[in-house]
Every structure is written in structure tokens, then in C-alpha cells.
């Protein structure tokens, strides 16, 4: 049987390991393995696989429609008509919203990103039936995020 936990990096890791080794599972049924994290930024737009629930078209739509509202209404009294006006009013709103909805975005997942993430190293250890109480009470003593239990021969 396998105990799979998960940890941030820290001195709770070692110890953790260190009395696990005093219980008597030695360094072969122990891994540790540090993950990898990953730095790339996440894309401003959606794809149709992958959604973040993020919109940037929502105030671009919003800003667009009052300011055609706006340009159309104005155009009567203007040169080019209502027609055009409403139609560079809705381009202008337009690109304004999505510019400013970049902006902000940006600066909000610039701001979630710096976050440590929640797991930064996975200890896996393989022990017997009757091992398993005292294993996760160490790991669980040394504040493992999640402990999990897999089954195999």
C-alpha cells in the first residue's frame, strides 16, 4: 500500500522523513519528489477547450453599445450621419473596453500569480497494512497538505 501526501517546501518535509526513518521504513520505501512549478503566463483569451471564466469582451460589448447609442444619436446633427457616427462610436467604445479589460486582467493575474502555489512536493511511501495508522499520523503531524491511500500489491 502507498501513502501519497502532499507538502510545501519546508523543514517539515525533513523532519517528517527523519521519523519516518525512526519508525522503521527505510530510504527505499520513501520518494520525494519536488514539482516543477510552472511560470508561464496564462493566455487573455479563451479557446474552445480551455475557459478561465474570465471575459474580456463583456465591457468592450458594454462601452461599444452606449457609445454607438451615443454616435448614432449625435449623428443626425453631424456631417456623416448617424449611420457612420454609430459605427465609429461602436468601434471606439469598443476597443476602449477591451483595452481596459486587458489592463486590468493583466494586473489582477500578475497579482494572483505571485501566490506560492499549494503543493510544491509530493512524498510517497510504501508500507504495510499495519503501518499505515502511525505513517499518517506523521504526515499529518508534520502539516502535509493531503494524505491519500492507493492500494497495490
Request: charged content about 20%; hydrophobic content about 50%.
Amino acid at each position: 500500500m502507498y501513502l501519497i501526501s502532499a507538502f510545501q517546501q519546508s523543514l517539515d518535509v525533513e523532519l517528517a522523513v527523519t521519523e519516518l526513518e525512526q519508525l522503521g521504513i527505510g530510504k527505499e520505501r520513501i520518494l520525494a519528489v519536488p514539482l516543477d512549478q510552472l511560470m508561464g503566463g496564462r493566455p487573455l483569451l479563451d479557446t474552445i477547450h480551455r475557459s478561465d471564466g474570465i471575459s474580456l469582451f463583456d465591457l468592450g460589448s458594454v462601452l461599444g453599445t452606449v457609445c454607438a447609442v451615443l454616435g448614432a444619436s449625435f449623428g443626425f446633427v453631424w456631417v456623416w450621419g448617424p449611420v457612420i457616427w454609430g459605427l465609429i462610436g461602436f468601434g471606439a467604445g469598443f476597443v476602449a473596453g477591451f483595452a481596459l479589460d486587458v489592463l486590468i486582467n493583466r494586473h489582477y493575474l500578475k497579482r494572483k500569480r505571485v501566490k506560492r502555489p499549494a503543493a510544491e512536493l509530493i512524498l510517497m511511501v510504501r508500507c504495510l497494512s499495519g503501518e499505515q495508522s502511525s505513517v499518517r499520523q506523521v504526515l499529518e503531524r508534520h502539516f502535509a497538505l493531503g494524505v491519500g491511500k492507493v492500494e497495490r500489491p
